[in-house]
């Protein structure tokens, strides 16, 4: 008959002591000060009664946490916001966490989360912006080895998968909704302008080739922030203080206006401030256009007239490229595996409130 296998009980009693005292003793756990006497019992009833701890079970072997690392320029804009909404929703569907870098803009910031990716092993990465070009090279060489999505600027030659956005067809929508309405002298208010934010510029270029395609191309006035603000770390109210503080800027310089653009709903929100603020009527004596239609642009005090472009949408669709890359890369075919380059877009849409109507017949202001 062969021997009973000794137990922790066993030992305990042996030694004198507690279960638990054999536990933590035997696991080297000290975090409860045992005296050397104690310690010497335990061990020498273990040895004695033959015990062995038991094994723990290991780790399954190539266990991974599900996860997706998205990469923003800021989260105080509500555009962001929506499409890590879409984002998140697709991901969770999947059974993937998020983890979140906010670069702010900041080149530094920007290579210091993509030197971490390999550490972090995602299964996948979103760009909700176009990554800076002098980190292209970096991005599409990690692309090899992990799945990427870049929501991004149509006209951007990327070779990684892409939810597109053609900024320059959204400038024309807006521009020529405001020449329908009769608007012959406008604005159009914008963060920097840099070559690294070309997207903007795109927006921007098509708002104007409209207007020139109109023969009215000098009655457009471009007022730009100063590139100094993207070098700074983005306040919650950075964008909406570029619109209200250049609009002041343009009223004092420009009396002819019956028009204002903002780049993005932030900026006509501000906008909307400066001109309230002056005594302006909207659209009475001045007509205001945003883009993005976010949440605050719907709300009845504001009913800001802007550009639909289907933002929660793109989250989930450069969620569900990721999702197609990484069932493509588990599946086998002929030996290898296949190599596809998404593509995405939505086409934007008008969406008219109550800040657009005709320009006023003559220059008047409510004072």
Same mark, same amino acid.
């Given at each position: 008959m062969s021997r009973k296998k000794a137990t922790s009980s066993d030992v305990a009693k042996r030694a004198g002591v507690s279960q638990a005292t054999v536990s933590m003793v035997l696991n080297k756990k000290y975090n409860v000060s045992f005296s050397r006497e104690v310690i010497r019992k335990v061990e020498e009833a273990a040895a004695e009664l033959g015990y062995e701890l038991p094994r723990r079970k290991a780790r399954k072997e190539g266990r991974k946490e599900k996860l997706l690392v998205v990469l923003c320029p800021n989260l105080t804009n509500p555009y962001y916001v929506m499409l890590l909404q879409g984002i998140e929703s697709r991901a969770t569907e999947q059974g993937y966490g998020l983890f979140v870098c906010n670069t702010q803009r900041n080149l530094e910031l920007e290579e210091r989360y993509l030197k971490m990716l390999p550490s972090l092993n995602p299964q996948g990465v979103v760009y909700t912006c176009n990554p800076s070009r002098c980190y292209m090279p970096m991005v599409e060489e990690l692309s090899r080895k992990i799945p990427f999505a870049v929501i991004n600027n149509q006209n951007e030659k990327l070779d990684v998968d892409a939810v597109e956005l053609d900024n320059s067809k959204l400038g024309r929508i807006m521009a020529r909704h405001l020449l329908d309405l009769g608007h012959r002298d406008v604005a159009y208010i914008a963060p920097p302008l840099t070559v690294r934010q070309k997207q903007r510029s795109k927006r921007v270029e098509g708002f104007q080739k409209e207007f020139q395609e109109a023969g009215l191309v000098d009655h457009v006035v471009i007022k730009a922030a100063n590139e100094s603000i993207d070098k700074d770390i983005p306040g919650i109210d950075s964008e909406y203080r570029i619109g209200y503080d250049l609009t002041r800027e343009l009223l004092s310089e420009h009396e002819e206006l019956t028009a204002i653009v903002g780049l993005n709903d932030m900026i006509a929100f501000g906008i909307l401030d400066a001109l309230h603020d002056e005594k302006y009527r909207v659209p009475g004596d001045m007509s205001v256009m945003g883009c993005d239609n976010t949440l605050f642009a719907k709300m &009845?005090?504001?009913?800001?007239?802007? *550009?639909?472009?289907?933002?929660?949408? &793109?989250?989930?669709?450069?969620?569900? *490229?990721?999702m197609k890359k990484i069932n493509t890369h588990d599946r086998k075919y002929a030996d290898m595996e296949p190599v596809s380059i998404y593509h995405v877009e939505y086409e934007p849409r008008l969406v008219i409130r109550g800040t657009t109507s005709y320009p006023p017949n003559r220059r008047s202001r409510k004072k």
């Open positions: &009845k005090k504001v009913s800001l007239t802007t *550009i639909e472009h289907f933002v929660i949408y &793109k989250g989930r669709d450069a969620c569900d *490229i990721i």
